[in-house]
Structures are given as C-alpha cells and as structure tokens.
C-alpha cells in the first residue's frame, strides 16, 4: 500500500464533488451541498481563486481530500493556512491517509511562513478529534464561531 499526495488539478473536479457529497452524507448535512462540479472548477480552480486543494492516493486510486487557504492574523502579521475541509474515505481510514494531509499542510504554512494553521471539527466527531489531539492540535475553547449565510447574510447586506 503506497500513499502518495498532490495538488488537485481541474480533472479532479469530479473527485472533489463525489468527496465533498461523502463529507456531507457523514456530517449529516447532505441537504445542504449546493457544489458543482462546475462551481469546484472555478471556486478551486478559476483564475481568482484563493483555495486550494490536495488529493491523497492509495496505489493511484484516490481515496480523500483536503480543501484549504491562507488566512491572515492581524495579531501576528502573517498568513495562517485554514483547512477548510479534511475528507478520508471510510475504506481507507486508519491507514493514515488524513495525518499525511494534515502533515503536507504542515509543511506548506511552514513553507510561506504561516503562523498557524488552523480548522474547525464539529463536536460530535470524536474520531476526528482523537487524531487531532493526538497530532498535538489544541482546541480553542474561548472562541464561538458565527457565520451569515443565505437569505440572513443577503438581509443583512441589504439592510
């Protein structure tokens, strides 16, 4: 078994949708993938985006994804790179698929001189979490993510 990791291509547009649909159907929220493969090729991979992406492969077959970007502290002055999304197929879990991508990631901020790198996990996924800690992450206990989105987020703007 041979683990390998690249940078996603606009051919893997296809993979990144049916990897993003398996992230959703884990996370409970399947309804709410509104991606296509079209919208993945110019979010990922249009000529202004800002997000990239890796795909991780078992013997030439992929088997997971990370979807990320460079953030920025204002604390710091620096980018940080946030991952937006880390996805293993199930057959593949345990193998060590997810710390190679977290590890790649690693070594990406540290290549551009980020100063932190950076996700969110729900709660509830305590797997996910294990690897985290284990890697030595540390939750950020004080801070409450928000957000705006769909008709709350077009309201407010509208206001």
């Known amino acids: 078994m041979v683990l390998t990791i690249r940078e996603a291509v606009r051919e893997d547009a296809v993979t990144l949708l049916g990897f993003i649909r398996e992230l959703a159907i884990y996370e409970k929220a ?3 993938v509104a991606a296509t493969v079209e919208t993945i090729k110019e979010s990922i991979f249009g000529r202004d985006s800002v997000t990239r992406a890796l795909i991780c492969e078992q013997d030439d077959e992929p088997v997971g994804m990370a979807i990320w970007f460079f953030s920025y502290s204002t ?4 980018n940080g790179l946030y991952l937006e999304d880390l996805y293993v197929t199930p057959k593949a879990r345990g193998l060590g698929a997810g710390k190679a991508m977290l590890k790649r990631l690693a070594v990406i901020a ?3 001189d980020c100063g932190r790198f950076e996700w969110s996990v729900l709660d509830w996924n305590e797997p996910a979490i294990r690897v985290y800690e284990a890697i030595g992450a540390e939750p950020m206990k004080e801070w409450v993510r928000y957000r705006l989105a769909g008709e709350t987020l077009r309201d407010f703007a509208e206001s």
């Open 110 to 112: 540290l290549e551009n």
């Open 75 to 78: 604390w710091q002055g620096k």
């Open 30 to 32: 399947e309804h709410e």
